[in-house]
């Protein structure tokens, strides 16, 4: 700027130049400063966040866990119950079959030897034999007819009562004894009502606590 053309220009020195502009660098330096400051408290932020996005994954897999756990702990032990009732049920049914069973051989037996014998005596009986034998056979077959039990009974059918927000936890299984129905229209062995997988649950991480929706 010394040059005639530039001598009309205010000459600055360079010493003082830098004195005149250093304060507005610094300020600006200072600018960064509370850039790098908020930068790094921004950056703590997003660390506390990924932070509370682990321990929330870890409380929210940790009560899933024992949720099920104590569910399949409830689900085992109305399981063993509802058999424990079939197996009485079935061996008190059992014991009565088998003697009605019993009962049938025995009039069986009962009915093939007067078969057997009206045989011989249409064979080689007397006359007054033959006339007596009707009688004897009707009055026969009569009583086996009053003697001879039915097999009566009733059959066991499992319900299984629909998972929803009420029943988690209550009893699912129940056992219904109905009667044998011998014609094609038997009721299923096992019903089920409203089956709904998918029951409703909140986790509330830093509360500590779980909330059934």
Do not use: W
């Not at 660098?25 to 930068?39: Q, R, T």
Request: hydrophobic letters at 35%; charged letters at 25%.
């Amino acid at each position: 700027c010394r040059m005639l053309e530039h001598f009309s220009h205010h000459i600055l020195v360079m010493a003082d130049a830098v004195k005149a502009r250093k304060p507005q660098v610094e300020g600006l330096i200072s600018s960064l400063d509370n850039s790098i400051k908020s930068i790094g408290q921004q950056e703590e932020a997003v660390d506390s966040m990924i932070g509370q996005l682990k321990e929330s994954q870890s409380t929210i897999e940790d009560f899933a866990s024992k949720y099920v756990s104590v569910l399949v702990e409830q689900l085992y032990a109305q399981r063993d119950s509802i058999c424990k009732e079939l197996s009485d049920f079935v061996q008190q049914q059992e014991k009565s079959y088998l003697s009605i069973k019993e009962a049938l051989h025995n009039h069986m037996g009962s009915a093939q030897s007067t078969r057997d014998f009206s045989r011989k005596v249409m064979e080689m009986g007397k006359d007054y034999e033959i006339l007596q034998l009707e009688g004897m056979i009707q009055s026969h077959i009569k009583r086996l007819q009053d003697l001879i039990p039915a097999a009566e009974g009733k059959m066991p059918h499992l319900v299984i009562k629909g998972l929803n927000n009420e029943s988690v936890g209550k009893q699912m299984f129940q056992l219904r004894f109905e009667p044998v129905c011998n014609s094609s229209g038997n009721p299923p062995t096992v019903v089920a009502t409203d089956i709904k997988p998918e029951p409703q649950i909140t986790v509330q991480t830093h509360a500590q606590m779980a909330t059934f929706v």
